[in-house]
């Protein structure tokens, strides 16, 4: 019985933190999409093309939950930042 109340506690953290994180994702998200709306750039721009595979990305994250997904998107925002700093 005792194993049975840790599982239902640590399965209850654990979908709080989901939660928590998919709020998380949910704000990044909107965030890129605020800016991507301000950009006064053709959508055909490495800049805006690398700022949308970034969107996209946080999205997969945010659905997938999986840490592999997670992983990826960090990968992604590196690569966001080193482009950044190449054109700057």
Do not use: C, G, W
């Not at 049975?4 to 939660?19: C, G, N, P, V």
Request: charged share 15%; hydrophobic share 45%.
């Amino acid at each position: 019985m005792q194993s049975l109340k840790m599982f239902i506690f640590l399965f209850h953290l654990q979908s709080y933190a989901t939660d928590e994180i998919t709020q998380i994702y949910d704000k990044i998200a909107r965030e890129i999409e605020q800016h991507l709306h301000t950009v006064m750039a053709p959508p055909s721009t490495p800049q805006v093309q690398a700022l949308h595979s970034l969107l996209e990305a946080v999205v997969v994250a945010r659905n997938s939950k999986e840490v592999s997904t997670a992983n990826a998107l960090l990968q992604k925002v590196q690569f966001v930042q080193s482009f950044q700093s190449a054109v700057n």
